[in-house]
């Protein structure tokens, strides 16, 4: 698997986001992991066809991506961006 886009967050509107990208035939499903602590909202993401997880932690190790985006919170974003600092 080819990971191009990580995203962190898949709330609101890192849904709308990647709801967007996916529509446009410019990103497929495959390409993108995403990351998101509730199961719920993390089960969208996975409904589309993309590769989920709870934590950064289970990204693959040899996961290069294009693009990391945070979609989360203003008040957690401290602690989110910490986990992403191997992709530069």
């Known amino acids: 698997m080819t990971i191009r886009l990580v995203l962190a967050g898949c709330g609101n509107m890192g849904y709308a986001m990647l709801s967007g990208w996916l529509k446009s035939g410019k990103l497929a ?3 993108v992991f995403v990351v998101e602590p ?3 909202l993390r089960n969208r993401a996975t409904t589309l066809g993309c590769a ?3 934590d950064a932690g289970s990204i693959p190790a040899d996961a290069v991506p ?6 989360v919170k ?3 974003i401290r602690d989110v961006t910490s986990a992403y600092k191997r992709f530069g």
């Open 38 to 40: 509730n199961a719920d």
């Open 29 to 31: 499903p495959s390409a």
């Open 66 to 71: 294009d693009l990391v985006v945070i979609a």
């Open 74 to 76: 203003p008040q957690v």
């Open 52 to 54: 989920t997880s709870a």
